[in-house]
């Protein structure tokens, strides 16, 4: 099935929700004029489409293929990578004084977006490179952005972030890899990497001639747990004079992972310092790898939100197709005994129709969430919290979101759905990974409810409300979700609900609180296009009035019925002892 940008529709957030014009008023965002964003929207769909949409499917037939510590991606992959450096598209959010563009990072997350849509698995090594430049720029020394920037902002190097051990997983704290100090020889000052690490993605692959790894590891006597870790930069090849790539450090993959999908995304067993020679040098000071990595990490979580709002476009673009090319039955109360196509079959509108709502729904969380990191940048008031607290929305929400529209995806085909031929099943695997990496999204939820909820005293919160209830002033079903979230987080802070209580309960909260808010940006959004449209007839928008609508009167509902769920506290999970549950 073909894939089509979806730009008019990325246009209309981007203008309507991130506000990206506003972001413009600024001098540091100056660059990012009207002409200029539609000029990539459109320039980065037509790449999207032309070169990683063909590749997408045998990325996921023939995958990407270990042999002997080396790593090779499927055909075309490595030409396709060439052209995204090429046509600048790895640089568009990157600092100025390192080759980068400096646009607003909600037009990176553009960029992810589209070519996610186009080839899901492939787009994961830009979006770990991006993070891992914000990493660098915010923590490293001017040495090591000199070093290291230029050439990971423009994409000649990839970027990685290394913090699972297969005895810790989320348990970053229990990690036992080492950093000795080198006190003597070329590399003083500098240390020596020894461990292992798991499910490092793109850890190894011939797309670049150099991958630069971002390492957690243990000083000598470090304390234990989070506090006494620290971070460092271990390049796959040793540095040059000139800063090109030379002699191999001792960096290993040792395998990749079988899984059940993005077969292109290499996921790595890394290995480094096998033969004690594995060189790294620390970033951001003894103990701050944690604070280093979260710069990271709560990139990595926005763009993987986006991942949702990637396979939702991609799954619900190919049901639209095949419903509307599948000719079967006669469709019910028409009176006419002539098949259709499915499309004109009620519940396979129904299905359609709510891809479409909560894949809009999600793309405007992202660009509102991306919008306001940008604001941050700014330094416009309110905007660092209110990114802060979006954050496990759109990674949490929009990740489900994904799955389940990618679910949809499958049943609108029927029993080809669960054929492979078709592509279909493609996107409901891919799908499954994303609410578990970059934090499961429990741990989203628990991250909302212990942090986030007590942000300024509790007042990050309680505004996002009141601007949901100010949206929802006319819309009797968003209000009452609105006032409901309200009466949870009032409960949760109080010191009422115990703190297996707000656990028990917080993914339940993160699902209605993350509906309300995309609840607000469907409501705007009928506003605007209820204006635009007036007396005209543009198709677009007559969607974008259905789809806004449907979300508003059929997914808000939904969500209203989960205060319980919220609420009814941690009893019952501890009810039964593990022996009995497991019983």
Known sequence: MSFTAPSREQNFILKHIADVGALAQHERFAGASEDMVEAIVEGIG???????????RTGDTVGAKWNNGSVTMPAGFKEAYGQFVEGGWASIDGPEEFGGQ???????????????AANFAFTLCPMLSFGAVEAIHAHGSDEQKTTYLEKMISG?????????????????????????????????GKYKIKGQKIYITFGEHDLTDNIVHLVLARTPGAPEGTRGISLFIVPKFHLDAEGNSAAPNDVTCVSIEHKLGIHASPTCVMAYGENDECIGEMIGGEFGGMKAMFTMMNNARINVGSQGVQIAERATQQAIQYAHDRVQSARAGSGSKDSVAIIEHPDVRRMILRSKALTQAARALLYYATAHVDGATLGIDGAKSRAEILTPLIKGYGTDIGNEVASIGVQVHGGMGFVEETGAAQHFRDARIAP??????GIQAADLVGRKLGLDGGE?????????????????????????VEDIAKWMASGDASIDDRLAGSYPFMTMLATATCGMLMKKQQRIAEVELADGNDPFLKSKLVTTRY????LVPEAIGLKAAAMDGADILYRLDSEELVA
């Open 46 to 56: 037509q790449f999207a489409v032309g070169e990683f949409a063909p590749i997408n």
């Open 102 to 116: 400096g646009l607003p990072y909600s037009l990176s997350a553009l960029i992810l977006e589209t070519c996610g």
């Open 156 to 188: 000649e190097w990839t970027g990685t972030m290394n913090l699972t051990e297969p005895q810790a997983g989320s348990d970053v704290g229990a990690l036992r890899s080492t950093a000795e100090p080198i006190t003597e020889g070329e590399h003083a």
């Open 436 to 441: 578990i990496y970059e934090g499961t999204n």
């Open 460 to 484: 990050a919160m309680l505004m996002l409300i009141a601007d949901i209830k100010a949206e929802a002033k006319d819309e009797e079903a968003l209000m009452t979700l609105a006032l409901m």
């Open 551 to 554: 979300y508003l009167d059929h």
